[in-house]
T-cell receptor
Framework: KAGVTQTPRYLIKTRGQQVTLSCSPI?????VSWYQQTPGQGLQFLFE???????NKGNFPGRFSGRQFSNSRSEMNVSTLELGDSALYLC??????????????FGPGTRLTVL | AQSVTQPDIHITVSEGASLELRCNYS??????LFWYVQSPGQGLQLLLK??????LVQGIKGFEAEFKRSQSSFNLRKPSVHWSDAAEYFC???????????FGGGTRLMVKP
């Protein structure tokens, strides 16, 4: 089975712009979670989508949003970019059944740099 | 709310030596525990997980971890480290409410030849 894929792998934006990142989960997986990784804050949970619905949300401002499509692919959007949004954004997929914690499989990440 | 502490930010061991990475968690119920490894510029690879049952779990690459409820710990061990094990290791805890992991700060492992 193909793993989790994320596009693009690298992105450079300027402050005030917006950005959209994409994640394709492992075939058959219905849950997609997003994490932000920075040197200062470490790995932090952004949100989880399951069957096109946001099931969990972390403590991030409303500038961070996401969605999931009927084929389980997910996108996250960051509007009005700030320098502090520079990070590695990781997507993880899991089967998602039953609402309990599953094993999550991570993609390679998208490295976002905000100038 | 759950939390994870990895007390050692950096660890250096000699190749062939044994390894133990510490992880302490805080969570009210039975936790779902994970260890992931990350090489530079890469995503996270699952090493092993504990959901229930036997408290000593085996993972990939010769790693194992032991869940100790009384100590709220889930330490990762390997009997003989290889140079390719140099990476950053993350312990994580999940609640029984969907896929929302809380990660520790990570331990960076360096391996001396």
């Amino acid at each position: 089975k193909a793993g989790v894929t994320q596009t693009p792998r690298y992105l450079i934006k300027t402050r005030g712009q917006q950005v959209t990142l994409s994640c394709s989960p492992i075939s058959g997986h219905r849950s997609v979670s997003w994490y932000q990784q920075t040197p200062g804050q470490g790995l932090q949970f952004l949100f989880e989508y399951f069957s096109e619905t946001q099931r969990n949300k972390g403590n991030f401002p409303g500038r961070f949003s996401g969605r999931q499509f009927s084929n389980s692919r997910s996108e996250m959007n960051v509007s009005t970019l700030e320098l502090g949004d520079s990070a590695l954004y990781l997507c993880a997929s899991s089967p998602g059944q039953g609402g309990r914690t599953d094993t999550q499989y991570f993609g390679p990440g998208t490295r976002l740099t905000v100038l | 709310a759950q939390s994870v502490t990895q007390p050692d930010i950096h660890i250096t061991v000699s190749e062939g030596a044994s390894l133990e990475l510490r992880c302490n968690y805080s969570y009210g119920a039975t936790p779902y525990l994970f260890w992931y490894v990350q090489s530079p510029g890469q995503g996270l690879q699952l090493l092993l997980k504990y959901f229930s049952g036997d408290t000593l779990v085996q993972g990939i690459k010769g790693f194992e971890a032991e869940f100790k409820r009384s100590q709220s710990s889930f330490n990762l061990r390997k009997p003989s480290v290889h140079w390719s094990d140099a990476a950053e290791y993350f312990c994580a805890v999940g609640a029984n409410a969907g896929n929302m992991l809380t990660f520790g700060g990570g331990t960076r492992l360096m391996v001396k030849p």
